[in-house]
């Protein structure tokens, strides 16, 4: 073989969790602008539970539409967000059941496991009592 890396398969490499990280970091990744029936409420303030969202969607190649709340101008304290989340917390992921029906999750580990769910033609992150899936809770829930 003439090639180096040639030696080296896929299978001798060690198996981590995919976790792709970007390049840049967080703050300076591009919104989704596509349209969505499902909208998050989240921060680029150095909140962890929306980038933990964030991340999970952008593993599993889902679009979701954001709104950025400026958490040091205190925007997840308005009247508008807490009326979404009574606590004043991001993230919060709205969904769009049509007829003027929406509702609202508020919990990091509950938006993960709806996308989770709701993709099932996209690669499944989280695989109900497996390794994988206890990795996944490990993550999420840090």
């Known amino acids: 073989m003439n090639n180096r890396t040639s030696a080296l398969s ?15 970091p967080l703050f300076l990744l591009p919104i989704t602008k596509h349209p969505s029936k499902m909208k998050l409420y989240t921060s680029r303030d150095p909140a962890p539970n929306p980038r933990r969202v964030r991340l999970f969607a952008a593993e599993k190649g889902i679009a979701l539409d954001e709104v950025m709340l400026d958490l040091l101008k205190l925007e997840h304290k308005s009247a508008a967000h807490v009326a979404r989340n009574s606590l004043g917390q991001v993230p919060v992921l709205e969904v769009d059941e049509g007829g003027g029906k929406k509702t609202y999750l508020t919990e990091t580990v509950a938006i993960c496991r709806y996308l989770d769910a709701l993709h099932p033609d996209k690669e499944r992150t989280v695989r109900a009592h497996s390794i994988e899936h206890a990795k996944v809770d490990m993550w999420i829930r840090r």
């Open 10 to 24: 896929l299978a001798s490499r060690p198996q981590l969790l995919p976790i792709p990280l970007p390049h840049l």
